[in-house]
């Protein structure tokens, strides 16, 4: 069994489509979609359909999923204009088009969807969130469970389950929407031999990591396209990279955004490119 793992393809079905179609994904690989399917591209209720008909995928909520259901769910306004500000109106527009029947039960998916999971491979477990973590709350969690990470040992003695209940202790707008905090400071999670969990993101487009990283060049293909990017590889982590951003910047379209997978297995990527009105 492979974990293959995506984030932000933001309504652009076709690509993700034909990136998928070339990994051909067996019934015994899991494929882990860490949000913001929906917003800004020409169909985000196809990339919805494309997800849920994968053979043991497993969904996470992102922050524009959020966002549709504030806006559907709320008797305001201010929700539905902070939606519209930020790309919802492709998906608004298919949501019109479903019957009743329809779009009650694509809602109340959306609704169940979690925000976390780890995906545990043979080198190591594997915190998959949409936006990032609060490290230092992380690792203050897993010190009361008895897991110190400090003097460079890292959380490689943390077992699954209580990496899930650390997950479960942070604040969810951490995990939908951080940015710099995360990206811009080691997890401490990863030790100096290089083991330990590692943690996968979206949320933060690749082409604009270096703002957030402090890092200049990073998250940019020769191409100037977004890139499965990793950060935090240094002797602290035995020169393992403890963050993964694999956001490959769809949200903005065929200038600099494709659709990236990588498979945890081996760290295989793959990339598909999002051409003009597509």
């Known amino acids: 069994m492979a974990w293959y793992v995506t984030s932000d393809a933001h309504g652009h079905l076709r690509p993700l489509d034909r990136v998928l179609a070339r990994i051909s994904p067996g019934a ?18 196809g990339v919805i359909k494309l997800v849920r008909s994968l053979p043991n995928a497993r969904v996470l909520m992102g922050n524009h999923e959020r966002m549709m259901l504030d806006a559907l769910l709320s008797e305001g306004d201010l929700e539905l204009d902070t939606w519209a500000m930020n790309g919802g109106y492709t998906t608004a527009t298919g949501l019109d088009a479903l019957e009743k029947e329809a779009f009650s039960e694509l809602v109340d998916w959306v609704v169940n969807l979690p925000l976390f999971m780890v995906a545990e491979t043979a080198e190591r477990p594997y915190i998959l969130v949409h936006a990032g ?10 010190a009361t469970a008895g897991v110190a990470c400090s003097d460079g040992r890292g959380a490689a003695d943390a077992s699954v389950s209580q990496l899930l209940d650390m997950l479960a202790c942070q604040d969810p707008m951490d995990l939908l929407w951080i940015r710099g905090q995360f990206w811009g400071e ?30 200049e060049g ?24 403890d963050r993964i951003d694999i956001d490959c910047a769809a949200a903005g379209g065929s200038r600099t955004g494709r659709i990236g997978v990588m498979r945890l297995d081996d760290g295989a990527t793959w990339y598909e490119a999002i051409e003009q009105d597509e």
């Open 133 to 142: 973590i609060d490290a230092l709350a992380a690792r203050g969690y897993l």
């Open 28 to 45: 015994d690989d899991t494929v882990v979609v860490l949000g913001d399917m929906v917003d800004r591209g020409p169909d985000p209720l």
């Open 186 to 215: 080691p997890t401490g999670l990863v030790g100096a031999d290089g083991r330990g969990p590692v943690v996968i993101a979206g949320h933060t487009p690749s082409v604009a990591l270096s703002m957030y990283a402090g890092q």
């Open 218 to 241: 990073v998250g940019v293909s020769p191409e100037g396209k977004g890139t499965i990017t990793p950060l935090g590889a240094c002797p602290e982590t035995g020169w393992v990279a």
